[in-house]
């Protein structure tokens, strides 16, 4: 939810028609190093599912090696069903999703790159 609890109960009942499926598990922790995380550090709210790591880190993933042959037909039906209903459920509804509050601004000399 990437520190994002508001959306926690909405989630919770978006997830809920998924429980045979294995996709039950809702975390309010931020994860590091995945695309969303500029949109989330702007207001824009973004989120992250999270998927068994059984095979994630291998010598594969991300490498040369890593090719069609070694996707999960069923882990991707399961993943695309689930993201299908949140993208679904999010369209549908009459507000926003709740936002978080952005950080204030830093004052003083500030030095970048």
């Keep these: 939810l990437q520190g994002n609890a508001a959306v926690k109960p909405i989630f919770a ?7 045979d499926l294995g996709a039950n598990t809702l975390t309010i922790s931020n994860t590091g190093g995945t695309d969303h995380l500029s949109f989330d ?4 709210p973004g989120f992250q599912f999270i998927q068994d790591e059984i095979e994630y880190d291998t010598r594969t993933h991300q490498t040369n090696m890593d090719t069609y042959d070694h996707l999960v037909p069923e882990d991707l039906k399961q993943a695309s069903t689930v993201v299908a209903s949140f993208v679904y459920n999010t369209a549908q509804r009459d507000e926003k999703l709740p936002r978080k509050e952005l950080p ?3 004052e003083g000399n500030q030095r970048g790159f």
């Design 41 to 44: 550090a702007v207001g824009v």
């Design 13 to 19: 009942k978006w997830l809920e028609p998924f429980e």
């Design 104 to 106: 204030k601004p830093r």
